[in-house]
């Protein structure tokens, strides 16, 4: 406990998908004036569906990273392909492994590998389907390339269970403490897929002795091109930060 004392929280929140710069900027601005650090965003979004919107791509990370610097966040953005692994790690200062790809060893041995020489950060998700230990695994093919940096995110996971996106395996976030010394993060958005259950998710996850936790944040919910319905507005996400604080500070913890 006296360790849980002085680890900070940190919110990583952000919209689904880079949209605009306009977009962007009036979630950096609203994370800023809540006094947190990491802005995420979308730029090579993974859809079930080709027919979906797949993100802005090239011009998605340019605008990332621009408003981060812009507002001083740090930022993050899912690596989906070998190709586009330099050009990530040189724009933004986490590159995030998405649930599809948890297993795609070579895109882990790729980023493994660019990490390990620019430090950057690498966030790892886990599978819908994987079991932790398998997840655990994954993350050893970052480690082992010498990435020093790596952290976990449960995501949920594919059950019998409809009520929800996906199954919020929260008892992850002990397990994982007990077995590996990553740090470990909650994307309290994906498994809600509705974002009135976002709040009591994100609560639990902290509850559990999260590191970090992950929150999609759009300033227009219900016009986002992807994942609409699980997103907050800026208000909802202010709100919830303020009931984080007072959570976080019962538990001995900040947020940053
Ligand atoms: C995301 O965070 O944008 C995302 C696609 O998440 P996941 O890989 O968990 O589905
Ligand atoms: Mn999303």
Redesign the pocket.
């Known amino acids: 406990m006296a360790e849980q004392t002085q680890r900070p929280i940190t919110i990583i929140a952000g919209p689904?998908?880079v949209e605009s710069e306009e977009q962007l900027s009036s979630v950096a601005e609203t994370i800023r004036e809540a006094g947190l650090s990491w802005l995420?965003g979308?730029t090579f979004?993974?859809r079930t569906s080709p027919y979906s919107f797949q993100g802005l791509g090239d011009e998605g990370l340019s605008i990332l990273s621009a408003i981060g610097k812009r507002f001083g966040l740090s930022t993050i953005t899912?690596v989906v392909d070998v190709a586009h692994v330099e050009m990530i790690d040189k724009s933004v200062d986490c590159l995030?492994?998405?649930?599809?790809?948890m297993a795609n060893y070579e895109l882990l041995k790729a980023v493994g590998n660019a990490t390990a020489k620019s430090g950057k950060h690498v966030l790892l998700?886990?599978g819908?389907a994987a079991t932790i230990s398998e997840w655990l695994a994954a993350s050893e093919y970052l480690t082992t390339a010498g990435s020093t940096h790596v952290m976990l995110?449960e995501?949920?996971i594919r059950t019998f269970e409809t009520a929800t996106r996906?199954t919020l395996d929260i008892a992850a976030v002990p397990i994982v403490h007990k077995l590996s010394i990553l740090p470990v993060c909650v994307?309290v958005?994906?498994p809600a897929g509705q974002s009135d259950l976002v709040p009591a998710l994100a609560k639990a996850a902290v509850a559990a002795g999260c590191d970090a936790l992950?929150i999609?944040v759009h300033p227009d919910p219900p016009h986002a091109l992807?994942?609409g319905p699980q997103q907050l507005t800026l208000s909802q996400f202010s709100q919830l930060v303020d009931e984080l604080r007072t959570l976080a500070a019962a538990l001995g913890r900040e947020l940053r």
């Open positions: 689904c998908a995420r979308g979004k993974p899912e995030q492994i998405g649930m599809r790809n998700k886990r819908m995110c995501r949920g996906f994307d958005s994906h992950m999609e992807s994942d």
